[in-house]
């Protein structure tokens, strides 16, 4: 089963700052020489080594003269920024607003083939109406006090869903049933949302699986995840999202949607359990 959305990116930061050590004393530098060499206080190099600090470009170009070995440095230096890109905070991600994120993501949603979604918390991004995502998009702006592009974000969002009606994509999504009854908008947004999946279920290219309060838990209840054929799994923390290109992991979330998949419950029963959320509005 997953155990920490961050396995992956801390085993990349490890992975590279192993390298670099293992240039260094492969030139018979010891960790001082090095930093005197680099011009860095004393404490750099053994934070690097250790994967307490991130290198940055430049970091590793002057590591790599240091030990003459510069014609490692390029690779290195993509191998870091990849190792980045798997764990970014959402304050980073938004720091000019949602509006952007949304649309950077539209080529991976319309190459993707087979989507893989389990929500645990909120209606997954593909499926939301514009009031439903108005109302979460205004949340996330107030509690990370990022600058409010509500409505244009919530436009790009809807813009990136199309992929739902167009083009040859199959979803396969699981919700918790407690999704069903969270309040992210009011109440008649959110009575126009659950309203939407039932429509949205009836289409050959989706399956939407609820899985009930009451079932008897194979797999304890995780973060959000969305996997993206078999290539790319994304995992949302409350301050980062976590992107997952490890095959070995990947098979390791797959394993455990398929897991999920079988306690979950399909077809007429689910619209049963999305209707009963709906009677509960009033």
């Not at 108005?134 to 809807?158: K, W, Y």
Request: proline share 4%; net charge positive; hydrophobic share 40%.
């Amino acid at each position: 089963m997953p155990t920490s959305p961050l396995s992956t990116a801390q085993a990349a930061r490890a992975a590279i700052a192993s390298r670099l050590d293992e240039i260094r004393r492969d030139a018979g530098l010891s960790g001082l020489e090095l930093a005197t060499r680099c011009g860095w206080h004393k404490s750099k190099a053994s934070r690097i080594a250790r994967a307490k600090t991130a290198p940055s470009d430049e970091d590793i170009r002057a590591w790599c003269r240091a030990c003459d070995a510069e014609d490692q440095a390029a690779d290195l230096i993509a191998a870091s920024r990849s190792a980045e890109s798997m764990y970014v905070q959402w304050r980073q991600i938004h720091r000019d607003g949602m509006r952007r994120v949304h649309e950077k993501t539209v080529p991976l949603y319309e190459r993707t083939a087979h989507f893989r979604v389990y929500a645990s918390n909120v209606v997954p991004g593909m499926l939301q109406t514009a009031d439903y995502a108005a109302g979460l998009l205004r949340a996330i702006t107030d509690f990370q006090g990022t600058p409010d592009d509500v409505a244009d974000a919530v436009q790009a969002r809807l813009n990136r869903s199309r992929v739902v009606h167009e083009g040859n994509h199959r979803f396969a999504l699981l919700l918790e049933e407690t999704v069903l009854y969270y309040r992210v908008c009011d109440d008649d947004a959110m009575a126009r949302q659950l309203r939407y999946l039932l429509e949205i279920m009836a289409r050959p290219n989706i399956s939407l699986g609820i899985i009930p309060f009451t079932a008897r838990r194979t797999v304890w209840p995780l973060e959000a995840f969305y996997a993206f054929d078999d290539v790319q799994v994304a995992v949302e923390t409350l301050t980062a999202e976590v992107n997952i290109t490890a095959p070995g992991e990947i098979r390791t979330y797959l394993r455990a949607f398929a897991k999920l998949s079988r306690i979950a419950v399909h077809g007429r029963e689910a619209r049963d359990r999305i209707s009963r959320a709906l009677d509960s509005l009033g």
